[in-house]
């Protein structure tokens, strides 16, 4: 007894926009005169699809008599079926009928036309769902939601199709999930934007788009939310102006003072290999999936403290160190401002110096840019351990971490041949870091060049494996290496998450597990 509204099916597959949808979307936006987020649009429709299909229904029941099966049919009644989707039927003929259990009651023969009938029960005394009143028949039935319940079942896929067809539309505008209509817009002069322009060269930073609207004055014009979404809607056409807001805020900045590295992710952090399976993994290698805390690992392989924390380490490996970038992970994710519509412009603080620097969230591509100089200026290595920490304002980040003065053994990596060797030297280590994955690099452009070269050969993370091994377990005299480490050694020539890593030793019986990760090589082995 379901309306189509009500399913599955309608929403996901059947329903698709019309004339009459598009009209009365323009119609909310005119009335509304302001502004209207593409969730308010849908909801409004789904209500709207709703309630027309319940006055359709009603209206069909005024053309015959909803069938009960404990009400009397005649020949010649009309009635209507709920569970037959409102079908209508003519009565034709009757008959007795006669159950041991029910006893005595009427068979009646409907007609639907074209020679479909069909036999039903009228006079049925016994308890029955289609008894109900009419009201309550209208509305019984499993799955019965109100348009903000089905909107929040199936929000995704009518959102998706809402706004395809409002942005072939010309009559809609759009300024990130917002709509006004085109005739609404109020016009500019183009001197105005160069006015925007300069303003915002000459602040050396973003402006908000109140900022800029008294820049560039237009006393014609009231502050409000339609000359806002006017000037974003502009300014977002024109390919000069990037917004660079937070969620919830709009800041305009120009596109070319912004760092290539927040719009084009770098090459050291574009990954080939995404796919992994941790279902054959140990509990240690599942538990190096958190520690490690890669931007790669899929969220569900993370454990993640329900408490929020106050601050978040993050362990830095190669690719980040080479770029000056931190992973966006569910653990650090939460310090860093961010948007779903652009990268985001803020503000890194020295921890011990209070220095202040700007740094970019790429939420898209899961980093966060701009710690090249501060990286190189404090000597850290890979594997030293980052802490990030709110500032003071929201839009600020402390960075830091734990100074040490020691010189220690470090594993210092040195190319030969297009060929990684390794080395432990003592070597002044000025922080904190993880033992199993630092890794000292005092000549990175030849490492630059392995990286190339490995990826001209189309080396495959298990060749990297086979090659790194033997040169990493030299420097134990167990020959044994942490999986960690090889994680740490396999990112100096290919971006790969530790999933993938810890697939490769699983799958291939040249590499043989030991305990608490750790891993030998038998090179008679190979594949």
Request: hydrophobic share 35%.
């Amino acid at each position: 007894m379901q309306r189509k509204t009500q399913t599955n099916q309608f929403w996901q597959q059947q329903f698709k926009l019309s004339s009459k949808d598009i009209e009365a979307i323009y119609q909310q936006i005119f009335e509304q005169n302001s502004p209207v987020h593409i969730d308010n649009i849908a909801l409004n429709l789904v209500t709207r699809l709703v309630n027309e299909e319940e006055v359709q229904t009603r209206r069909e029941l005024q053309d015959g008599r909803l069938y009960q099966p404990s009400a009397s049919c005649p020949v010649g009644d009309k009635l209507i079926f709920p569970a037959l989707d409102f079908a209508t039927g003519k009565v034709i003929s009757t008959r007795t009928g006669q159950h041991p259990d029910y006893g005595s009651f009427t068979v009646v023969t409907v007609d639907f036309g074209g020679d479909r009938l069909r036999d039903f029960v009228a006079d049925f005394q016994a308890e029955h769902r289609l008894n109900s009143g009419t009201d309550q028949l209208l509305s019984a039935g499993e799955g019965v939601h109100t348009p903000e319940e089905l909107y929040a079942l199936y929000g995704s896929s009518i959102r998706s199709k809402i706004q395809t067809a409002l942005d072939e539309s010309p009559d809609f505008a759009k300024f990130h999930d917002q709509y006004l209509l085109v005739d609404l817009l109020p016009e500019f002069n183009e001197g105005l934007y160069n006015i925007a322009d300069a303003a915002i060269d000459i602040n050396q930073g973003p402006l908000s788009v109140n900022a800029l609207i008294e820049q560039m004055g237009t006393p014609q014009h009231k502050i409000n939310d339609v000359l806002r979404f006017s000037v974003n809607y502009r300014l977002d056409s024109d390919e000069r102006f990037e917004d660079v807001g937070p969620s919830g805020e709009v800041s305009w900045y120009l596109e070319r003072m912004a760092p290539p590295e927040a719009y084009y992710p770098p090459r050291r952090l574009q990954n080939r290999n995404p796919e992994y399976d941790p279902s054959i993994f140990n509990d240690d290698l599942l538990d190096l999936l958190s520690e490690i805390d890669d931007e790669l690992t899929h969220p569900d392989d993370v454990e993640v403290s329900e408490e929020g924390p106050k601050r978040a380490t993050i362990v830095l490996n190669y690719p980040h160190w080479r770029v000056g970038t931190l992973p966006l992970t569910p653990k650090s994710l939460p310090f860093f401002p961010k948007s779903n519509y652009n990268p985001v412009r803020f503000e890194f603080v020295d921890g011990r110096t209070g220095e202040k620097f700007p740094g970019w969230t790429v939420y898209a591509h899961k980093y966060v840019f701009g710690l090249d100089r501060w990286y190189s200026k404090n000597k850290l290595p890979v594997g030293a351990f980052i802490t990030v920490r709110p500032g003071k304002e929201p839009l600020q980040v402390i960075v830091e971490f734990d100074p040490s003065r020691s010189r220690d053994w470090v594993r210092l990596v040195s190319v030969s041949g297009n060929k990684l060797t390794f080395t432990m030297n003592p070597s002044p280590v000025g922080c904190t870091y993880d033992e199993l994955m630092i890794i000292g690099d005092h000549t990175p452009d030849n490492t630059d060049k392995a990286w190339l070269g490995a990826e001209e050969r189309d080396l495959s993370v298990y060749d990297i494996l086979c090659n790194v091994f033997p040169e990493l377990s030299k420097l134990n005299p167990q020959s044994t290496v942490h999986a960690k480490t090889l994680y740490s050694a396999v990112n100096l020539l290919r971006r790969t998450p530790p999933g993938i890593v810890f697939q490769e030793l699983v799958k291939h019986p040249a590499f043989i597990h030991i305990d608490h990760g750790y891993w030998t090589y038998d090179p008679s082995l190979r594949d």
